[in-house]
């Protein structure tokens, strides 16, 4: 179940961090879209869904099994996601109150050119 705030951690294949990804959206299946990952056979499955929920303290493995590669640097990844967790959150609050502002006006001069329309 996607929640608040949702990440992909992608497996890393040389000695470079693994990629974490996110997303406006809280959906995991967004973001795996958007990257153009394969979702397919979890035995060689190279990304692992992940949440980290206010107050950002614990990171959550949304996945029936941790894979083995994100449980050997689970600390490592689990500082990197609450850490960025804890950059986005305001800032996503901040993109929320100004979308929200933005589509009330949207929705205002749409209805006010819709009535002149049907006058």
């Given at each position: 179940?996607?929640?608040y705030?949702?990440?992909?951690?992608?497996?890393?294949?040389?000695?470079?961090?693994h990629?974490?990804?996110f997303?406006?959206?809280?959906?995991?299946?967004?973001?795996?879209?958007?990257?153009?990952?394969?979702?397919?056979?979890?035995?060689?499955?190279?990304?692992?869904?992940?949440?980290?929920?206010?107050?950002?303290?614990?990171?959550?493995?949304?996945?029936?099994?941790?894979?083995?590669?994100?449980?050997?640097?689970?600390?490592?990844?689990?500082?990197?996601?609450?850490?960025?967790?804890?950059?986005?959150?305001?800032?996503?609050?901040?993109?929320?109150?100004?979308?929200?502002?933005?589509?009330?006006?949207?929705?205002?001069?749409?209805?006010?050119?819709?009535?002149?329309?049907?006058?």
């Amino acid at each position: 179940m996607c929640e608040y705030k949702s990440f992909l951690v992608v497996r890393s294949l040389d000695d470079t961090p693994h990629r974490i990804l996110f997303y406006e959206e809280n959906s995991h299946e967004v973001i795996i879209s958007r990257a153009g990952l394969s979702d397919g056979d979890l035995h060689v499955q190279h990304f692992a869904r992940v949440e980290c929920r206010p107050p950002f303290k614990d990171v959550f493995v949304d996945e029936r099994e941790v894979p083995s590669w994100y449980h050997e640097s689970r600390p490592e990844i689990d500082a990197r996601v609450i850490e960025l967790a804890l950059i986005i959150d305001p800032l996503y609050a901040d993109y929320e109150a100004k979308r929200a502002t933005l589509y009330a006006d949207y929705d205002a001069k749409r209805a006010t050119l819709y009535a002149d329309y049907e006058a």
